[in-house]
């Protein structure tokens, strides 16, 4: 029988619930009459599943033998647990043997030349680096995969997105969604405290998200459905008081955590791209990483940088739109800006150079665009932007609180690359979000300029 969603009744119902209902279903959206699809199948978050785990995948009707991928860490985390809950299965482990892992290249290539027994299925032990090694690989043989979650510090267990660094440039490759998530509470609340701090982060960065996403849509036209940003906007409120549970390690509030986190994974699923859970903020967080990789620095968590823009971005909302719509101001012209991107992405200026405008739209584009900018605002946006002056010192000081960063000098960035991240993070991808919009009016490296050094010296939020 086709399954038919119930929009009113999701109004009133919890997240968990709704996603309960979704999961492994294709179905067509009473809110966007789109035909969204969720490919995994389970969502199991809870105290000590591993030693059942065999049980728990039954319905998948999975065979063969499993490869089994972790890291030193996550094989000590549960390794002994999950493989011999997998035992009726004669799973082969694969372990990486080092601690500046990334998906890339190399993790990629090692764990197809581990595929040398022709695994039935695989499963990855471990956080975002390890899932989305294990999911490129997936997608590339066509043999399926499971995620056991160790940290609830990403939302990226349920996407389908694969982030892989290739030649020191972060491409998201088409990937596959896991079969099934599980993760151990246990297990998460034993990983280092700083991982769930990022998944927090990871979760608040949606507040810009959505509202960067709706504006979107509103003014350039993208993809969106109410349905999928409802179920998010939903995952963000049941979180945001989550950090006093964390700080008191309550098993629970960690797969709570962990919950969020797989349904917007599953919100990115539903949508088929990542637009649901990522905005301008996230644009920050990936030229950070990108000056990370060119500098052969090991990389901070991607929820710790994510977090940071969260707040730089809501700051930057609140400046540009606390006083009606902003001042129009000159932007950078085509010649400069090239300059810039030259300067700032080094060798992998000719990408984003050929992936961009060099310029922001003039004229009378610009103008119809204005128009519906002040539309936009008017009908939710101006109500968004309020939340965010009391939601920017509540999520600073409850990121304080569970151990989280929040300005980039504390990940070690300096005034310089926190200023080319904010300024020119848009350009790695030719999305619509609040960097583009600071852009547009000619605000973005007025911007960049104040909360750069102003965060260096404790000053602006
Ligand atoms: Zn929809
Ligand atoms: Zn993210």
Same mark, same amino acid.
């Given at each position: 029988m086709t399954y038919q969603p119930d929009m009113k009744r999701w109004q009133d119902m919890?997240?968990?619930?709704?996603?309960?209902?979704?999961?492994?279903?294709?179905?067509? &959206?009473p809110a966007c009459g789109r035909t969204h699809r969720?490919?995994?199948?389970?969502?199991?978050?809870?105290?000590?599943?591993?030693p059942s785990i065999s049980d728990r995948i039954a319905p998948l009707g999975l065979s063969g033998r499993p490869l089994v991928?972790?890291?030193?860490?996550?094989?000590?985390? &549960?390794?002994?647990?999950?493989?011999?809950?997998?035992?009726r299965y004669n799973p082969?482990?694969?372990?990486?043997?080092?601690?500046?892992?990334?998906?890339?290249?190399?993790?990629?290539?090692r764990v197809m030349l581990a595929m040398v027994n022709n695994p039935g299925f695989l499963v990855a032990c471990g956080s975002g680096c390890i899932t989305d090694t294990v999911r490129y690989s997936s997608l590339r043989t066509g043999v399926p995969f499971?995620?056991?979650?160790?940290?609830?510090?990403?939302?990226?267990?349920?996407?389908?997105?694969?982030?892989?660094?290739?030649d020191g440039f972060k491409y998201t490759y088409a990937g596959v969604a896991p079969r099934a998530i599980f993760a151990d509470t246990g297990v998460l609340m034993d990983a280092p405290p700083k991982m769930s701090a990022a998944g927090y982060g990871d979760v608040m960065a949606k507040y810009v998200a959505l509202l960067d996403w709706k504006m979107a849509y509103d003014v350039e036209g993208e993809d969106y459905c109410p349905l999928i940003a409802l179920i998010i906007a939903k995952a963000l409120e049941e979180c945001r008081s989550l950090t006093d549970d964390l700080s008191a390690r309550r098993p629970a509030a960690y797969g709570r955590l962990m919950e969020a986190l797989s349904l917007t994974g599953i919100a990115m699923q539903l949508m088929g791209n990542t637009r649901p859970a990522s905005g301008g903020e996230h644009h920050i967080s990936h030229l950070l990483e990108i000056t990370d990789i060119q500098k052969g620095k090991h990389g901070s968590l991607h929820g710790d940088k994510v977090g940071i823009g969260t707040l730089i971005t809501m700051y930057m909302y609140l400046q540009m739109f606390s006083d009606g719509m902003p001042a129009q101001r000159p932007t950078l012209g085509a010649a400069a800006w090239e300059k810039e991107i030259r300067r700032v992405y080094g060798t992998l200026a000719d990408g984003a150079i050929a992936m961009n405008e060099s310029e922001p739209p003039q004229g009378a584009v610009w103008e119809e665009?204005?128009?519906k900018i002040e539309r936009s605002m008017e009908a939710y946006g101006y109500q968004h932007v309020a939340r965010f002056a009391t939601l920017l010192p509540e999520l600073k000081e409850r990121i304080l609180s569970i151990g989280g960063p929040v300005r980039p000098d504390q990940l070690g960035y300096t005034v310089g690359e926190a200023y080319n991240?904010?300024?020119?993070?848009?350009?790695?991808?030719?999305?619509?979000?609040?960097?583009?919009?600071a852009e547009r009016f000619g605000w973005l490296y007025d911007l960049a300029d104040e909360i750069s050094s102003g965060l260096a010296e404790g000053k602006i939020y």
């Amino acid at each position: 029988m086709t399954y038919q969603p119930d929009m009113k009744r999701w109004q009133d119902m919890d997240t968990h619930d709704i996603v309960g209902e979704v999961l492994g279903k294709t179905f067509v &959206c009473p809110a966007c009459g789109r035909t969204h699809r969720a490919d995994t199948q389970i969502l199991d978050i809870g105290p000590d599943l591993l030693p059942s785990i065999s049980d728990r995948i039954a319905p998948l009707g999975l065979s063969g033998r499993p490869l089994v991928v972790f890291d030193d860490n996550t094989y000590a985390a &549960c390794g002994e647990k999950l493989m011999s809950g997998l035992s009726r299965y004669n799973p082969e482990p694969f372990i990486f043997h080092r601690d500046d892992l990334h998906a890339d290249s190399f993790a990629i290539g090692r764990v197809m030349l581990a595929m040398v027994n022709n695994p039935g299925f695989l499963v990855a032990c471990g956080s975002g680096c390890i899932t989305d090694t294990v999911r490129y690989s997936s997608l590339r043989t066509g043999v399926p995969f499971i995620s056991v979650g160790t940290a609830a510090s990403v939302d990226g267990y349920a996407s389908t997105g694969t982030p892989v660094i290739v030649d020191g440039f972060k491409y998201t490759y088409a990937g596959v969604a896991p079969r099934a998530i599980f993760a151990d509470t246990g297990v998460l609340m034993d990983a280092p405290p700083k991982m769930s701090a990022a998944g927090y982060g990871d979760v608040m960065a949606k507040y810009v998200a959505l509202l960067d996403w709706k504006m979107a849509y509103d003014v350039e036209g993208e993809d969106y459905c109410p349905l999928i940003a409802l179920i998010i906007a939903k995952a963000l409120e049941e979180c945001r008081s989550l950090t006093d549970d964390l700080s008191a390690r309550r098993p629970a509030a960690y797969g709570r955590l962990m919950e969020a986190l797989s349904l917007t994974g599953i919100a990115m699923q539903l949508m088929g791209n990542t637009r649901p859970a990522s905005g301008g903020e996230h644009h920050i967080s990936h030229l950070l990483e990108i000056t990370d990789i060119q500098k052969g620095k090991h990389g901070s968590l991607h929820g710790d940088k994510v977090g940071i823009g969260t707040l730089i971005t809501m700051y930057m909302y609140l400046q540009m739109f606390s006083d009606g719509m902003p001042a129009q101001r000159p932007t950078l012209g085509a010649a400069a800006w090239e300059k810039e991107i030259r300067r700032v992405y080094g060798t992998l200026a000719d990408g984003a150079i050929a992936m961009n405008e060099s310029e922001p739209p003039q004229g009378a584009v610009w103008e119809e665009q204005k128009r519906k900018i002040e539309r936009s605002m008017e009908a939710y946006g101006y109500q968004h932007v309020a939340r965010f002056a009391t939601l920017l010192p509540e999520l600073k000081e409850r990121i304080l609180s569970i151990g989280g960063p929040v300005r980039p000098d504390q990940l070690g960035y300096t005034v310089g690359e926190a200023y080319n991240a904010i300024a020119f993070g848009k350009e790695v991808r030719p999305k619509f979000t609040t960097l583009r919009i600071a852009e547009r009016f000619g605000w973005l490296y007025d911007l960049a300029d104040e909360i750069s050094s102003g965060l260096a010296e404790g000053k602006i939020y």
